[in-house]
């Protein structure tokens, strides 16, 4: 239980559970149902905290007959299937192909998914500066998030393919390249839903979310 790569599952699920038991005891849906606010903080919020407002009825038809919902679906499908599908199997490539002791590559097959988080966080960043520089309106959003998304799926995608091609050590720099270079990709998509019937983002969300899950398994 405590030794091998079980550990890591048993460690984050018994995490998941903790934060969830504690979750429940200290969060609450609004800050008048918390028993151990201050009398002066509850004035101060209720205040300057605007009142949730009754959301409107969920339009399924309008959603249902969206392109942009399906679009979304069919692209997280994909950057699911490239992400488990690099997740999983990576481990075994670099024993199997590239010789390398299945047992002590755990820092080499974790190495993507770090630079990936570097990644993001750096494509974050220069898309933001981009849009708020560039004159007076900045640069286009829209031509951000095309670009980032060309970038984030075609050449990755020309990654692995010449990476099933070269059975030598620059097919593990092209697979490292395939991760970072997902980063554009898989930071546009995860916002694209909030786009789709701004009053009803989750909906969105949760088709994405579930059908692209399925599909992978």
Known sequence: ???????????????SVVWYIAWMFIAYSSPGEHPRISQEELQHLEKTVPKPQV?????????????HVYGIIIVQTCCNYTNYGI?????????DVQNFDISSNGLISSLPWLCCFLTINLVANLTDHLKRS????????TLLRKVNQLVGTLVPGACLVLAGEIQCFL???LLLLLVQLMAPHTLHQRRQH???RPPHPHVALTARRVIGQACDV
Request: aromatic letters at 10%; glycine letters at 14%; one cysteine or more.
């Open 171 to 173: 097919a593990v720099l």
């Open 194 to 196: 909030a786009l789709v």
């Open 55 to 67: 959301a409107p009825d969920i339009p399924w038809r309008q959603i249902l007959t969206c392109r």
């Open 134 to 141: 560039g004159g007076r309106g900045g640069v286009s959003i």
């Open 87 to 95: 997740m999983s199997t990576l481990p075994q490539y670099l024993a």
């Open 1 to 15: 239980l405590l030794d091998g790569w079980p550990l890591g599952f048993y460690l984050t699920g018994s995490l």
